[in-house]
């Protein structure tokens, strides 16, 4: 096939650490592994926000979420800001989904000439009640965010992305078939390793409980949380919800498994490529909404601002593309203009206000490490907006209304030692908050998050009403993976 192709896979809440590629002391990825080994894989790579539906939009939009102002779960991206999708439309690429969008609506002018097996917010509402903000007010009797089962077998999850990750083998082979001399690009959106943590027996088994590491920077060995965490640790509650340390243990076995199930299927898709020709003229992209904290101080989920909550893993491999590893700090941002180019558009007429920059370039380049790369958060648990900026050495975490945070990920990767109130950094942390501020003001832009959420709440019948609408946890599926899902 003559045309530039662009295939886009997108996982959910895939820490990128936990890869073979990146080093990981067990996991099993190898087929995520073998597409880093012939492509670029960026280190840096990080989420511009730490929950699904803001870092989605912003990924449809190539904008900043305080640019489109769709804060939390409640506020999907409807089509109503430019994206990706609409130009490549424009330009009479076909452009198709399959899989999870976390968008409003399937009628809605999204980008896309069709969405196959399409994912979208409940009720094109979303999660209203974790909007409620300032108080926030936890769901106490919902039910349990990691699922209510945990440990092998089978979920609606994965029944799910075994249905999605079919039908791009199968829509791969149709589009070798057709021959087109035109582009194509395809989304494909996977839902492993995001919670319920139920992981098929084959992958849930490649991870004895017996030997499993602990956690770092457990509560219940003296560690402090920062008040802001706290905060969103009190309205989660995730930890005190295991029915025993067994369970506890089977979670960490389940998402590594979910891993490993993400990575078979990543792998399928890959091989589909090859199986019908399509290798030599397409670009794969695999990615991810953002991480997940899995257990590290005491927190599970996203929503944060640690390495392992907002960084993302981004693996880019096809023609042209010669094997690498860059450290220079990218974004889900950079996606616009690398799948436009990808596509063969030149994506400098999009790019206005829009802070990407093509993977390929950032790749190509000299190495650019004070890069700034900024990520922000205003939803569930939070009653203040959180920002983080990365900027070389450097990750500054600023809270509204609390103290920061300040760590060194060259000589801390971790995140072990919050160097904020050490004198000796005073300078550093002075000269982080003046790059913070000169990309956005967080008083001003916490301020307006809540008054847009305040809006909202009143639009669907105020608090009480407000607080009944949306799930407690993740996404239901239809009992039918085949069918049109919402």
């Given at each position: 096939?003559?045309?530039?192709?662009?295939?886009?896979?997108?996982?959910?809440?895939?820490?990128?650490?936990?890869?073979?590629?990146?080093?990981?002391?067990?996991?099993?990825?190898?087929?995520?592994?073998?597409?880093?080994?012939?492509?670029?894989?960026?280190?840096?790579?990080?989420?511009?926000?730490?929950?699904?539906?803001?870092?989605?939009?912003?990924?449809?939009?190539?904008?900043?979420?305080?640019?489109?102002?769709?804060?939390?779960?409640?506020?999907?991206?409807?089509?109503?800001?430019?994206?990706?999708?609409?130009?490549?439309?424009?330009?009479?690429?076909?452009?198709?989904?399959?899989?999870?969008?976390?968008?409003?609506?399937?009628?809605?002018p999204a980008g896309f000439d069709e969405e196959h097996l399409p994912m979208h917010v409940v009720g094109g509402h979303g999660m209203v009640w974790a909007s409620?903000?300032?108080?926030?007010?936890?769901?106490?009797?919902?039910?349990?965010?990691?699922?209510?089962?945990?440990?092998?077998?089978?979920?609606?999850?994965?029944?799910?992305?075994?249905?999605?990750?079919?039908?791009?083998?199968?829509?791969?082979?149709?589009?070798?078939?057709?021959?087109?001399?035109?582009?194509?690009?395809?989304?494909?959106?996977?839902?492993?390793?995001?919670?319920?943590?139920?992981?098929?027996?084959?992958?849930?088994?490649?991870?004895?409980?017996?030997?499993?590491?602990?956690?770092?920077?457990?509560?219940?060995?003296?560690?402090?949380?920062?008040?802001?965490?706290?905060?969103?640790?009190?309205?989660?509650?995730?930890?005190?919800?295991?029915?025993?340390?067994?369970?506890?243990?089977?979670?960490?076995?389940?998402?590594?498994?979910?891993?490993?199930?993400?990575?078979?299927?990543?792998?399928?898709?890959?091989?589909?490529?090859?199986?019908?020709?399509?290798?030599?003229?397409?670009?794969?992209?695999?990615?991810?909404?953002?991480?997940?904290?899995?257990?590290?101080?005491?927190?599970?989920?996203?929503?944060?601002?640690?390495?392992?909550?907002?960084?993302?893993?981004?693996?880019?491999?096809?023609?042209?593309?010669?094997?690498?590893?860059?450290?220079?700090?990218?974004?889900?941002?950079?996606?616009?203009?690398?799948?436009?180019?990808?596509?063969?558009?030149?994506?400098?007429?999009?790019?206005?206000?829009?802070?990407?920059?093509?993977?390929?370039?950032?790749?190509?380049?000299?190495?650019?490490?004070?890069?700034?790369?900024?990520?922000?958060?205003?939803?569930?648990?939070?009653?203040?907006?959180?920002?983080?900026?990365?900027?070389?050495?450097?990750?500054?975490?600023?809270?509204?209304?609390?103290?920061?945070?300040?760590?060194?990920?060259?000589?801390?990767?971790?995140?072990?030692?919050?160097?904020?109130?050490?004198?000796?950094?005073?300078?550093?942390?002075?000269?982080?908050?003046?790059?913070?501020?000169?990309?956005?003001?967080?008083?001003?832009?916490?301020?307006?998050?809540?008054?847009?959420?305040?809006?909202?709440?009143?639009?669907?019948?105020?608090?009480?009403?407000?607080?009944?609408?949306?799930?407690?946890?993740?996404?239901?599926?239809?009992?039918?993976?085949?069918?049109?899902?919402?």
């Amino acid at each position: 096939m003559p045309g530039k192709n662009v295939v886009v896979i997108m996982s959910d809440e895939h820490d990128p650490r936990i890869m073979g590629c990146s080093g990981h002391p067990f996991v099993k990825t190898p087929h995520l592994d073998a597409l880093a080994r012939r492509g670029i894989r960026f280190t840096n790579a990080y989420t511009p926000s730490p929950i699904c539906v803001p870092a989605r939009a912003a990924f449809a939009t190539g904008l900043r979420v305080h640019q489109i102002r769709l804060w939390d779960n409640a506020m999907p991206y409807t089509g109503e800001q430019r994206g990706w999708g609409h130009v490549l439309q424009e330009h009479h690429v076909r452009v198709e989904s399959i899989g999870k969008l976390h968008y409003r609506s399937v009628e809605d002018p999204a980008g896309f000439d069709e969405e196959h097996l399409p994912m979208h917010v409940v009720g094109g509402h979303g999660m209203v009640w974790a909007s409620i903000r300032d108080p926030f007010r936890p769901r106490v009797d919902g039910p349990r965010m990691l699922g209510e089962r945990i440990g092998a077998g089978e979920s609606s999850y994965t029944q799910y992305d075994r249905a999605v990750t079919q039908r791009a083998v199968q829509w791969l082979k149709e589009a070798a078939a057709r021959n087109e001399e035109h582009s194509f690009v395809l989304y494909v959106g996977l839902v492993a390793p995001h919670f319920p943590f139920v992981v098929p027996d084959e992958y849930f088994n490649l991870y004895p409980l017996d030997s499993l590491p602990e956690p770092k920077l457990h509560p219940s060995n003296g560690y402090q949380r920062h008040p802001w965490v706290q905060e969103y640790a009190d309205f989660m509650g995730s930890e005190d919800r295991f029915a025993d340390a067994q369970e506890r243990l089977r979670a960490f076995a389940a998402y590594y498994g979910l891993c490993s199930w993400l990575d078979h299927n990543v792998g399928q898709i890959v091989r589909a490529l090859d199986d019908s020709g399509l290798a030599d003229s397409t670009q794969v992209i695999y990615t991810s909404d953002h991480g997940d904290n899995l257990g590290a101080r005491g927190v599970w989920g996203k929503s944060t601002l640690y390495e392992e909550s907002v960084k993302v893993p981004m693996l880019m491999a096809g023609p042209g593309i010669t094997a690498s590893v860059c450290e220079t700090p990218v974004d889900l941002l950079d996606l616009f203009p690398t799948i436009l180019e990808g596509a063969g558009i030149d994506p400098a007429p999009e790019m206005q206000d829009r802070p990407g920059r093509s993977l390929l370039e950032v790749a190509m380049s000299e190495p650019e490490p004070d890069r700034p790369i900024l990520s922000e958060y205003h939803a569930a648990g939070s009653n203040s907006a959180g920002f983080m900026l990365r900027k070389g050495r450097w990750k500054y975490h600023h809270y509204v209304g609390f103290r920061p945070e300040l760590f060194d990920l060259q000589e801390d990767p971790e995140e072990l030692r919050d160097l904020a109130e050490d004198p000796t950094y005073a300078g550093v942390l002075e000269n982080m908050r003046l790059a913070l501020y000169a990309i956005c003001d967080p008083q001003l832009v916490d301020r307006q998050a809540k008054a847009d959420q305040a809006e909202l709440i009143e639009r669907h019948g105020g608090i009480d009403a407000a607080h009944k609408l949306g799930s407690s946890t993740s996404t239901p599926v239809s009992a039918k993976p085949e069918e049109s899902l919402s």
